[in-house]
Nanobody, 115 residues
Framework: QVQLVESGGGLVQAGGSLRLSCATS????????MGWYRQAPGKQRDLVAA???????NYADSVKGRFTISRDNAKNTVYLQMNILKPEDTAVYYC?????????WGQGTQVTVSS
């Protein structure tokens, strides 16, 4: 069974940085197209960054230039470096496949950005 465990969230002031990690197990991580999603209260879950097995990346316009997604295939882990954080980045962040079908969702990690 695939497990996704997100970590690294927290409370940070606007302009600050956080680095999220997602440890995976039970999947074929090295060939998975992986992504980071976020869900703010009352809103749908949106994909904000994605990385292909070969390392090419895509970003939502709202985070482009501020967030960087990366992966370590040896550790079955995907990361999200978040810089210049804004209050509107406040959400629960999840990792999963960036394309259907996704795995079961992990618990996510809360990111709160204060103004």
């Amino acid at each position: 069974q695939v497990q996704l465990v997100e970590s690294g969230g927290g409370l940070v002031q606007a302009g600050g940085s956080l680095r999220l990690s997602c440890a995976t197990s039970g999947n074929t991580f090295s060939i998975d197209y992986m992504g980071w999603y976020r869900q703010a209260p009352g809103k749908q879950r949106d994909l904000v960054a994605a990385i292909r097995p070969g390392g090419s990346t895509n970003y939502a316009d709202s985070v482009k230039g501020r967030f960087t997604i990366s992966r370590d295939n040896a550790k079955n882990t995907v990361y999200l470096q978040m810089n210049i954080l804004k209050p509107e980045d406040t959400a629960v962040y999840y990792c999963n496949r960036a394309a259907w079908p996704q795995y079961g969702w992990g618990q996510g990690t809360q990111v709160t950005v204060s103004s």
